[in-house]
């Protein structure tokens, strides 16, 4: 997930121009949106559920467009750049997630159910969000809960984590071995997901 933060990528330097366009051609930021909003959907369905998600999303590239002309290509990819807007506008829904989280923790999912629970727990990590999970990532504060759901949702690296967010790349680190470590301690010392080298790293 981390190719479109290569220095030339040709989608990079495509969509920047789309960008750079659209200031002058607003028709043009069509482009972005019909690239992009299946992802951040699917990345915001998995946070909140699908109810507050359609308004979440539709503000996301309502905000991007109003922003477009401060959009720095240099700092970060259009994709980035909408996962930070996204995860932003998530952070005001946040009772929301915390309570699709706890109701895990309590009863866990309906394997029948196929609303956000169900799609929380395929999604977050290759083994599932089990109940114990839940219950701890709802324990995590919002900036430890959005970097670890950026790395375990978007597969975002620490440098794009950074950028998307606006926190210097130390502060991300810390974050995310904060959230491993409550994970891990929430589980009596194993850490099912989440255990795996920076890929911005090296």
């Known amino acids: 997930m981390t190719d479109d933060r290569r220095a030339g990528d040709p989608a990079r330097t495509y969509e920047s121009t789309v960008i750079e366009l659209s200031r002058e051609h607003p028709e043009r930021f069509g482009e972005i949106f019909d690239a992009h909003f299946a992802e951040i959907y699917r990345y915001v369905v998995s946070r909140l559920g699908p109810g507050p998600a359609e308004d979440v999303v539709a503000d996301t590239f309502l905000t991007a467009f109003h922003k477009r002309a401060r959009y720095d290509a240099g700092r970060a990819s259009v994709r980035t750049w909408l996962y930070g807007i996204a995860t932003k506008l998530v952070g005001k829904h946040r009772r929301t997630e915390i309570r699709a989280l706890r109701a895990i ?35 995590l504060s919002r900036g430890e809960r959005d970097v670890l759901l950026l ?52």
Do not use: C
């Open 105 to 139: 923790g309590r009863r866990g999912p309906d394997p029948d159910d196929g609303g956000h629970e169900d799609r929380v727990i395929t999604q977050v990590s290759a083994q599932g969000l089990r109940p114990e999970i839940a219950a701890a990532v709802a324990a």
């Open 151 to 202: 790395v375990a949702l978007a597969g975002f690296s620490h440098d794009e984590i950074s950028a998307a967010l606006g926190i210097p790349y130390g502060t991300v680190g810390s974050r995310l071995n904060r959230a491993r470590r409550k994970l891990r301690d929430a589980l009596g010392g194993t850490n099912p997901m989440l255990d795996r080298e920076d890929p911005s790293r090296g």
